[in-house]
């Protein structure tokens, strides 16, 4: 059974660094995955999709990256902001459906 | 605009209660999805429907129903046999369900508080 893990559950920064959240999954036989951001209350949005034959999709100050073989996907999120603080998700696409990580935390002050 | 609406976007029920919420999107996609979110659990999926006139459990079905009569609507109905419905539901839709390349797009959610 696939399952996804996110670490740190929560990452409190100062404005300007940049960071990386992990994501990790037991079945490397995914499809896709992507990486969402929920704020409080809110729907997801989708970030970035990174397909299984894909290393990388960039996206602004957003970068993700994906090793199949070791199960592992990164967020690289350049020169952080206020606005950037949220719940980050990974999510892998098995067959028909998403299966989602528990999210890291994001909060970077000024 | 193109999106997926839910409705109400806050909901209170009484123990013993069904109810139903509402999920509509109008991008022509086939197949949509709901899960439900607690603290500290992620996502987790409650039924999906690839086409109308279909749909399959997800990891949490129990206690929930739902129906696709219609493309663009995928309402869902908690039902009293649901034992701990207090949770923020998700409603969400892609193009295809296995076309590898497709972006999943998610409603703004409904929470559900039971009295």
């Known amino acids: 059974k696939q399952e996804v893990t996110q670490i740190p559950a929560a990452l409190s920064v100062p404005e300007g660094e940049n960071l990386v959240l992990n994501c990790s999954f037991t079945d490397s036989a995914i499809y896709n995955l992507q990486w969402f951001r929920q704020d409080p209350g809110k729907g997801l949005t989708s970030l970035l999709l990174i397909q299984s034959s894909q290393r990388e999709q960039t996206s602004g100050r957003l970068n993700a990256s994906l090793d199949k073989s070791s199960g592992r996907s990164t967020l690289y999120i350049a020169a952080s902001q206020p606005g950037d603080s949220a719940t980050y998700l990974c999510a892998v696409f098995n067959t028909d459906k998403l299966i989602f990580g528990t999210g890291t935390r994001l909060q970077v002050f000024p | 605009d193109g999106g997926i609406t839910q409705s109400p976007k806050y909901l209170f029920r009484k123990e013993g209660q069904n109810v139903t919420l509402s999920c509509e999107q109008n991008l022509n996609h086939d197949a949509m999805y709901w899960y439900r979110q607690d603290p500290g659990q992620g996502l987790r999926l409650i039924y999906y429907?690839?086409?109308?006139?279909?749909?399959q459990k997800g990891d949490i079905a129990e206690g929930y129903s739902v129906s696709r009569e219609k493309k663009e609507s995928f309402p869902l109905t908690v039902t009293s046999a649901q034992k701990n419905p207090t949770a923020f539901y998700l409603c969400?839709?892609?193009?295809?369900?296995?076309?590898?390349?497709?972006?999943?797009?998610f409603g703004p959610g409904t929470r559900l508080t039971v009295l």
């Open positions: 969400a839709s892609r193009l295809s369900a296995g076309a590898f390349t497709d972006t999943q797009y």
């Open positions: 429907s690839q086409i109308v006139n279909d749909f």
